[in-house]
T-cell receptor, first 110, second 107 residues
């Protein structure tokens, strides 16, 4: 079964404490992407990756990092989280049939 | 500039009534357009691709290049259609989403 798996589903952390949200796909897609979803703003792209070791900024990359060491994994890293990064995050794996999304990670930064 | 506009934040209709969720886009070239649906507390799921011209769950969408629109339609709304709907314009790696329309189907 085609899957995009994100972990954790929920995370509460404190300002400045580094965290990583993992994303894994089993569809052998080259393209993966991270979005944040905020009320009234829809989904905004944070970073994307076109293949292993190839990543680029989306529309709202500030405060985030990513890596793509293997095709299946695309973790999102917040080196020093701040309260304005409180949001719902989605990872997507993108193929010919469209984008497949993870189940989302609800992050709260206090 | 590439853009997707969904003018309605909320659309309420009665069960059995027709539904039209509006989507307009701005794109130089041949767009690939999608509709995604997000049910409460669930991930986004692909509903329709304009290329496939399928009808999924009774929904259809026609790409109108002259009006740069890709409106989502259903002739008779069901309560289980209540969800958040996102129109998206995409190429292989960059998807641009609209701000979404929440559809509420009232009993």
């Amino acid at each position: 079964e085609a899957q995009v798996t994100q972990n954790p589903r929920y995370l509460i952390t404190v300002t400045g404490k580094k965290l990583t949200v993992t994303c894994s796909q089993n569809m052998n897609h080259e393209y993966m992407s991270w979005y944040r979803q905020d009320p009234g703003l829809g989904l905004r792209q944070i970073y994307y990756s076109m293949n292993v070791e190839v990543t680029d900024k989306g529309d709202v990359p500030e405060g985030y990092k990513v890596s793509r060491k293997e095709k299946r994994n695309f973790p999102l890293i917040l080196e020093s989280p701040s309260p304005n990064q409180t949001s719902l995050y989605f990872c997507a794996s993108i193929g010919q049939m469209g984008a497949f999304f993870g189940q989302g990670t609800r992050l709260t930064v206090v | 500039a590439q853009r997707v506009t969904q003018p309605e934040k909320l659309l309420s209709v009665f069960k059995g009534a027709p539904v039209e969720l509006k989507c307009n886009y701005s794109y130089s070239g041949s767009p690939e357009l999608f509709w995604y649906v997000q049910y409460s507390r669930q991930r986004l799921q692909l509903l329709l691709r304009h290329i496939s011209r399928e009808s999924i769950k009774g929904f259809t969408a026609d790409l109108n290049k002259g009006e740069t629109s890709f409106h989502l339609k259903k002739p008779f709304a069901q309560e289980e259609d209540s969800a958040m709907y996102y129109c998206a314009l995409g190429n292989t790696y960059k998807y641009i989403f609209g701000t979404g329309t929440r559809l509420k189907v009232l009993a």
